[in-house]
């Protein structure tokens, strides 16, 4: 499913002293396939937009009671917005929002915390059995299949740990099983926000490798909030950069991180291998890569052979 | 969730957001006095008029305070059909019969529906003057001046400090769990709750999976702060300084002349014109 956004634009507490306009006239569009990388300094604005991707913020033209609002005298009326996940059109309000939901899985910041149920199997099924249609509700050999399944594609074994109590997991095991939650439903699309905060260097690789597995069998589309721009260059085909509620910059993790000033002067860092790349030039020696460390170190290994013969 | 107006700071730049939060309680407590010692209608439109030179004067729009009434629209409006229904009185205070139907128990008189009016006005201009107390005091100036007048309570051996602690904590966590019971309803919204459809069993169900996680994340936050408090050998029992000291100005002192006047005046009208009820 092809995500595209036109002139987006969002402002919490609207008329009332704490208003705060979280997005800015955003266009932005994500390709079906792709592993989409959202960065930007805190409070930017990612959370908000990816927010809008499953309905959970809703564009005022699918509300209820819409009245569009009569450009002032004088001023051209700004131009209508228009959001679109695949077929979804998420301006119409006779669009299913379940439906959207059950196709664009979405896993927050901290996803251990809305664990609930007594059993992992039970919060896992969550989903499964929220989107049931009313008609065919899913048999408990179907319902237990499917979690076995979101299980083992997350790396826990359902035999061990699908008795237990999500409470009683470990940090990181919490945060599989959040994750098989959202996944159980096979979404197309995949959002996470900051899928790796708070977890140690192993954990984390340990997370996008699990994500990449997704990638090439459940999810089409991945889209990732971070703050870690190794993992981004690492992994992400495109990065959207917000500042302020607009997106200045989408671009590839190559073409982005060889403008480090510009990324700096947004309050961003570049990744280790952008920053060997950039200490290398300044000595003369020039390395076209990609920022992946697979590709720098071969590229480095190369010159070195190439040096030394 | 967002909607409930009672009891929400609006911040403004003020005369009456400087006042001192203890002359602001003692305002009110007047001001509460006042309206209950109101008879009529006169002492309920003194009321009314000191009410809106505060507002005027505190920059909070005219419309939130009002919307504070929608809090308790409930009883506004229960209290009123009680009024109008079970009240038998037979004064007649325009022309026309003083009772207008009756039946069993029932009646509609002119008596009633004057009580009624009158009623309304009162609990609307109770909760409009405790909501404009929140509205223009920062809960932490609100505990601190709830201690700072509860002193004499120290002498009999209650834990004042204690208690406005526990208040100041309650107060200053109420925003912190609206946002974390927003971000979890988004979760589990995500994952295809429906919080806003089915008969009451089923929406009593739905949140479970909201209040598990609040529960759970509010035990462990209590249990960080305890612990933070301890390692920072907190003991709420000795003296302990106040970073933003409570002042009497001539700001407060114009505002409680004002105050002592509008219950002196309420209290002479009842004395001497007696009124229309
Ligand atoms: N529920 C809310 N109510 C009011 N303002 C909000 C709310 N959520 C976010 N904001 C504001 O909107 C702006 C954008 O917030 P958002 O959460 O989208 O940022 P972010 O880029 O995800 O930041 P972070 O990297 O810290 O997660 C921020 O300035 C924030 O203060
Ligand atoms: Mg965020």
Redesign the interface.
Known sequence: MRIVAEHLTYTYNERSPFEKRALDDISLTIEEGEFFGIIGHTGSGKSTFVQHLNGLIRLPSSRKHFHPKKPKRGQPAPPAPVLKVGEFDLCDRRTDFRALRRSVGMVFQYPEYQLFAETVKEDVAFGLKNFAEKKDRPRAEEIETAVREALAAVGLNAAEVGEKSPFDLSGGQKRRVAIAGVIVTRPEVLILDEPAAGLDPLGKREIMELLHELHRTWCKTIVIVSHDMDEIAENCTRVAVFKDGTVPYVATPKELFSHAEELYALGLDIPLTAKLTAALARRGIAIDCDFTTEDFLAKVLALKKGGAS | M?DVAFGQY???DSFVHRLDPRLKLLFLIAFITAIFLATDFYGLAACAGVLLVIVLCSRVPLGKVFRAIRGILFLVLFTAVIQILFNHGDKAYWGGPAVYWEWKIFAVTQEGIVLAIFLVLRLALLVMCSSMLTYTTTPVALTDGIESLLTPLKWLHIPVHVLALVMNMALSLIPVLTGETE??M?????????FETGNIFRRIKAI???L??LL??SIDRAEELGNAMDSRCYRGDIKRTKYKKLRFGWRDLIAFLLGAALVTGVVLLRVYVGGIL
């Open positions: 967002k609006y911040p403004a971000r979890i988004n979760a589990q919204k995500a994952r295809g709750a429906d479970v999976p909201i598990i996680p759970v994340s």
